[in-house]
């Protein structure tokens, strides 16, 4: 049995973690898809739960026509140690043969526990990414073309826009210490 893991924080599931994944399929029998640091949100880089992340994915790989019994969503949370770190995803995920990362960090910490590594394939990277979808939110630019329609409705059912407008905002407090700082 050919399966393998793939591992996101996908803050939001963009189009980029749709095309790995699709592309991934073609070449295994499963695939294991790890949402990281998944006790995390209500950050600027990280808004959302692991929960609504498991929602975009689930209807993203819905709307993409993806057959349900290849894949297993795994909600992994961040520990303390990064050096157990590899033993923790392992208690958590169905067995595996590697894992597809583009992150430096996850592929040393497999590497060091003799799992092989396969760097994926980047689409579209200066748009198909995390970073910039969160960009174009605050900036009110257009962060819907970048995502898979399913995942835009999500976002709109659990309010997200709203909620990262509404953390990006300062306390009174911090922009008058700004000021101040700024004119000394
Ligand atoms: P962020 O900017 O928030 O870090 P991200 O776009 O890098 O978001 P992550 O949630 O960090 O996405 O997921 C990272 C993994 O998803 C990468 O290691 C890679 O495997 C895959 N991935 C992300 N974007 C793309 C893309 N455009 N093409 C192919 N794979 C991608
Ligand atoms: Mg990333």
Same mark, same amino acid.
């Given at each position: ?124 990277? $200066? !748009?198909?990414? +995390?970073? *910039?979808?969160? %960009?174009? @939110?605050?900036?009110? &630019? ?6 898979? =329609? ?5 976002? $709109? !059912?659990?309010? +997200?826009? *709203?909620?990262? %407008?509404? @953390?990006?905002?300062? &306390? ?6 700004? =000021? ?5």
């Amino acid at each position: 049995m050919k399966r393998d893991l793939i591992v996101g924080r996908m803050q939001p599931v963009h189009k980029g973690h749709l095309n790995v994944i699709q592309e991934t399929l073609d070449e295994v029998d499963e695939l294991i898809i790890g949402i990281g640091s998944a006790e995390k949100s209500h950050r600027l880089s990280n808004p959302f739960t692991g929960g609504e992340r498991v929602l975009m994915l689930t209807k993203a790989l819905r709307e993409y026509d993806i057959d349900p019994s290849k894949y297993y969503i795994i909600p992994l949370e961040d520990i303390a140690c990064n050096s157990l770190w590899v033993g923790h995803v392992k208690m958590l995920t169905p067995p595996f043969r590697k894992v597809i990362s583009g992150n430096a960090l996850v592929k040393q910490l497999f590497a060091e526990e003799n799992i092989p590594h396969k760097q994926p394939h980047l689409f579209n990277r $200066e !748009e198909y990414s +995390g970073t *910039e979808v969160r %960009r174009r @939110i605050l900036n009110n &630019e257009d962060w819907q073309s970048l995502l898979p =329609k399913s995942v835009v409705k999500v976002i $709109e !059912e659990i309010k +997200g826009i *709203e909620r990262i %407008r509404n @953390i990006a905002q300062k &306390e009174v407090s911090e922009i008058a210490y700004e =000021k101040k700082t700024n004119q000394n």
